[in-house]
């Protein structure tokens, strides 16, 4: 009889290698269960969500598993693989390897978005460098984006930090809506804002009942003969203290001297988190669904695109990222890998090109901008 090459039984494998598969096992589901996570609302279901955070942790150990059975010469390599290949719809989320460029002549308006969290342009100094204000200036003035919009956006008209100013002068956006949170400290406002080369001829805010952090704006924008509704939002933040950023890694913002020092652990945290940006969306996506206007989403989701919170947008409005982006497409800067968190959504009748997710960390989050087309 022919010797196989490859074998699958554990039965006669040394206990080192019998420990391995049923860990192998163990993480073939977990990644399996985390390609649920995005049917299951966190308020009826949590602990899917917990899955779609780690999620690109556990495709890498599956990945690394892989590689060892394969290497190995064991078919147990074939259900590592299986469970790989389930979730590639899911993968295309986060690695893009062939983007979709339009040659479509039917489109006549093109505009460059862009979508950066800029943690208050560095204003506590976290990333101990005093010209990262000067630095996010100059980057946005050489991509010249025609609509730019700003989460953990600062304003203080009496020191350094009147960015307002600078921006209107320095990268030609003559038009603004701001609109800020009710965290402030004496003349610092901390919150969104949405700057236009072209008229705002409408704006508004929505206020989440459930957080007096984060909250969404709308701004109509006028280009050649049609109205643009653009959308800012930064949903649920989780508030990480400085012992989880030594846990989950990053250069992001422990508390800002106004905020107060959250009492939950990092797992109640994320908890609340998962259950708060369900009920915002079940306020925000009601009234963008609404709107009477072609609509471009620019959103700080703190989730990923496995999770419930991306299918609610998902479901209606196209993921830029997903139709022209190429690579990976982490915009998290942390431990875990391609942590993709900022989006930019656009009505499912406008197509997209040359999606970008910037590599320079000036913030802990890593800036977005694709060119629409409509």
Not at 115 to 141: A, G, P, Q
Not at 334 to 358: A, C, Q
Request: with cysteine; aromatic share 18%; proline share 4%.
């Amino acid at each position: 009889m022919p010797v196989s090459i490859f074998n699958f039984g554990i039965k006669n494998m040394k206990w080192q290698w019998r420990l391995l598969a049923y860990i192998t096992i163990v993480f073939n589901f977990l990644l399996f269960f985390s390609y649920l996570s995005y049917l299951a609302d966190p308020i009826k279901s949590i602990w899917l969500s917990f899955l779609s955070l780690i999620y690109p942790i556990l495709f890498l150990i599956n990945i690394i598993l892989f590689l060892i059975w394969f290497f190995k010469k064991k078919l147990f390599f074939l259900t590592t693989l299986l469970f790989l290949i389930c979730g590639m719809y899911h993968h295309s989320r986060f690695i893009q390897l062939n983007p979709k460029i339009s040659h479509d002549i039917s489109f006549q308006s093109k505009l460059k978005v862009m979508s950066f969290n800029v943690r208050l342009f560095d204003l506590y100094n976290w990333s101990h460098n005093e010209e990262t204000k000067s630095k996010i200036i100059s980057f946005i003035k050489n991509e010249n984006p025609d609509i730019l919009c700003f989460q953990e956006y600062y304003y203080d008209s009496n020191n350094d930090f009147v960015t307002r100013d600078l921006i209107l002068k320095e990268l030609g956006l003559e038009y603004y809506h701001e609109s800020f949170t009710n965290e402030t400290l004496k003349n610092a406002h901390f919150g969104l804002a949405t700057f236009s080369k072209y008229p705002i001829i409408g704006e508004n805010n929505i206020e989440f009942e459930n957080d007096q952090s984060n909250h969404c704006i709308w701004s109509d924008i006028v280009f050649n003969t049609d109205t643009l509704r653009i959308f800012n939002t930064h949903l649920g933040s989780i508030r990480f203290n400085h012992s989880d950023y030594n846990i989950i890694g990053g250069k992001g913002s422990p508390l800002w001297p106004h905020q107060k020092i959250p009492k939950q652990d990092i797992i109640n945290r994320l908890k609340i988190g998962f259950i708060k940006r369900s009920q915002q969306l079940k306020e925000l996506l009601p009234i963008i669904d609404k709107s009477p206007f072609k609509k471009i989403i620019c959103c700080d989701l703190n989730d990923t695109p496995i999770s419930y919170a991306y299918n609610q947008f998902n479901n209606n409005y196209k993921d830029a990222f997903t139709i022209s982006g190429l690579g990976i497409g982490g915009t998290y800067i942390g431990k875990v890998p391609f942590l993709r968190i900022d989006y930019i959504w656009h009505d499912k009748n406008f197509e997209s090109m040359n999606f970008k997710t910037h590599p320079f960390e000036f913030s802990d989050h890593r800036a977005i901008s694709v060119d629409i087309l409509f």
